[in-house]
């Protein structure tokens, strides 16, 4: 989750305010991680490295996958303390949170998005390829929300409910790799893949919209589409 500026790329402009979009993706990241881990009672360690691992689980296998180290999950202090601060909130004030439960959700979509972008980018400027950066751009999305569910015992989200959290993703991802070749990748089109994300991920939501279930011969696919 560095700076959206990557050198190698072609005509890959610097987002306005691009680093501090990055810290509230975090802290809003972890806010969701800080509230799974509330409902399992945990301790205040425990709430925070849940909060750490959720707003920047993605940024860490990222940078894992792609060798940048040492990753900034570790290495970015102000990242890092945005994540710790959304774990000491939600510790201390997670009654008034919980009841703010949706406004997360809305702001989870959001660093869903620019989570994304980020990681597609920062792999594209890498190098690394392509696909692979479509990869490790969805993984950037949904990474820290996957560790969140593992680490309380969860069946991950994105598998047991069939939510569409990692096919916005994908499809953000996709959308940047594409941009990023034709050369024009510049801030407005960086906006307008943050939105589709946003938007693909809350219509989602709002709409009841799910992946398909497992194929059934006489039903067809199973379960609510």
Known sequence: MTALLVLDAPDVARLPFDTALEIVAVFCAALSGGLAAVRKNFDLFGVLVLAWCTGLGGGLVRDVLIGAVPPVGIADWRLVASALA???????LNPRLERMRRSIIVLDAGALALFVLVGTVKALGLGVGLLPSVIVGMLTGIGGGVLRDLLTGEVPLILQDRQLYAIPALAGALVTAAVWQAGLLGVVAQLAIIALVFGFRLASLRLGW????????????????
């Open 86 to 92: 959304a774990g000491i909130l939600i510790f201390f």
């Open 210 to 225: 799910t992946a398909p279930g497992p194929w059934s011969s006489r039903g067809g696919s199973s379960g609510r589409m």
